[in-house]
Every structure is written in structure tokens, then in C-alpha cells.
T-cell receptor
Framework: GQNIDQPTEMTATEGAIVQINCTYQTSGFNGLFWYQQHAGEAPTFLSYNVLDGLEEKGRFSSFLSRSKGYSYLLLKELQMKDSASYLCAVRYDKIIFGKGTRLHILP | NAGVTQTPKFRILKIGQSMTLQCAQDMNHNYMYWYRQDPGMGLKLIYYSVGAGITDKGEVPNGYNVSRSTTEDFPLRLELAAPSQTSVYFC?????????????FGDGTRLSIL
């Protein structure tokens, strides 16, 4: 199968930095997406990685290591509105999602 | 820009009833997907399509059917609704198989089977 693994839940403090990891099976890999999903809403696109390295977009960055089958999403200067689920999705011949990581932000 | 439109937004069905969840996109995207999301879980792929006339099974296709007669529309059919199909259903589209373009999601259909 094409298992995609993420931690189920994480907690961090407002203003801090948090890293959400994602591991996946490397065979057939064609790219990796990170999405944010607030409760009761549709996922929204955050980032895309297909080459090794770090992609930075404001407070959010995403890293990929294709040889290790590993990615992480880094959120800086956390705000209360960042409380959401973060979904890692990998493009094989189709796009498969991980179960998501619920991020709780404490004041 | 409408993007991806799903109807209905909410529906309650009785066990054994059938219904079609509608999905339409106006972005001329070739790839379309149906996912279900159970409470507190990620998205599971039901069916997907790489273009009009072409469909393929995802991770959890049992109990569902799809068709893709046009580029714009990708309806999902439940023939004999079961309580296990209670879920939120998301339709998504994207422009190409190896593109860096992300999926665009509809707002979802919340379906309860009682």
C-alpha cells in the first residue's frame, strides 16, 4: 500500500514554532502537498514539494527528502488561527492523503 | 469564479436508499477526485478520473459508482446506502497528473445514513 504517516495530534504555544512530520513510501512518488483544514471546512492548499529542500512561504515552510521518504511542515510565529488539521498528501498515479495532524494552539 | 461546486451540502438518507452526489468544476481540469472524510480522520480516495470517459478506483470504492461523461461533471452514486457511508464527501479537481497545481476542493456534502 501507499501508507502516509503523520502524528495524530500536536500541541504548541502561541508565538512558538512547530514542525509536523510526514513519511511516505517512495516508490512512484511524483510530488507532495501540504493542506490546512479547519474544522467543518474543505482543505486549503499550503505548499508543494517535488525536489529536495526547503520551500518557504511566509510563516510556513515545507521540506522534502525524496531518498528518505520524509517531509515536514514548519509553522513559525504560531497564531491562534493556526489551530487546524494539517494534511500531507502524496501524488503517486493518484493523490493519497495521510490521516492529518490536529494542531492545538495554547495561548 | 465558481471553482468546484458540490450539491447538496447536507442530506439524510434511510438505509437502502440511493442518491447521487453532484460535483461540477468550471476550470477545465482533467483530473477529478472523490474523497470521504470520517470524523477526526484524513481523506480517503473513493474514485478518481483523469479525463472524460475514464474513471478508476481509489482506496475505498465499494458501495459507490462514478461516471465522467463530460470534463465538467463527476457525479458519485450510492446505490444502497448503508450506515457505514455516513461521512463528509469532498470532490476535488486539478489540472494535470504531474503538475504542481494543487487540488481545488468543493465545500463538501455532509451525508447521514439512518
Amino acid at each position: 500500500g501507499q501508507n502516509i504517516d503523520q502524528p495524530t495530534e500536536m500541541t504548541a504555544t502561541e508565538g512558538a514554532i512547530v514542525q509536523i512530520n510526514c513519511t511516505y513510501q517512495t516508490s512512484g512518488f511524483n510530488g507532495l502537498f501540504w493542506y490546512q483544514q479547519h474544522a467543518g471546512e474543505a482543505p486549503t492548499f499550503l505548499s508543494y514539494n517535488v525536489l529536495d529542500g526547503l520551500e518557504e512561504k511566509g510563516r510556513f515552510s515545507s521540506f522534502l527528502s525524496r531518498s528518505k521518504g520524509y517531509s515536514y511542515l514548519l509553522l513559525k510565529e504560531l497564531q491562534m488561527k493556526d489551530s487546524a488539521s494539517y494534511l500531507c498528501a502524496v501524488r503517486y498515479d493518484k493523490i493519497i492523503f495521510g490521516k492529518g495532524t490536529r494542531l492545538h494552539i495554547l495561548p | 469564479n465558481a471553482g468546484v461546486t458540490q450539491t447538496p451540502k447536507f442530506r439524510i438518507l434511510k438505509i437502502g436508499q440511493s442518491m447521487t452526489l453532484q460535483c461540477a468544476q468550471d476550470m477545465n481540469h482533467n483530473y477529478m477526485y472523490w474523497y470521504r472524510q470520517d470524523p477526526g480522520m484524513g481523506l480517503k480516495l473513493i474514485y478518481y478520473s483523469v479525463g472524460a470517459g475514464i474513471t478508476d478506483k481509489g482506496e475505498v470504492p465499494n458501495g459507490y459508482n462514478v461516471s465522467r461523461s463530460t470534463t465538467e461533471d463527476f457525479p458519485l452514486r450510492l446505490e444502497l446506502a448503508a450506515p457505514s457511508q455516513t461521512s463528509v464527501y469532498f470532490c476535488a479537481s486539478t489540472s494535470g497528473g504531474h503538475s504542481n497545481q494543487p487540488q481545488h476542493f468543493g465545500d463538501g456534502t455532509r451525508l447521514s445514513i439512518l
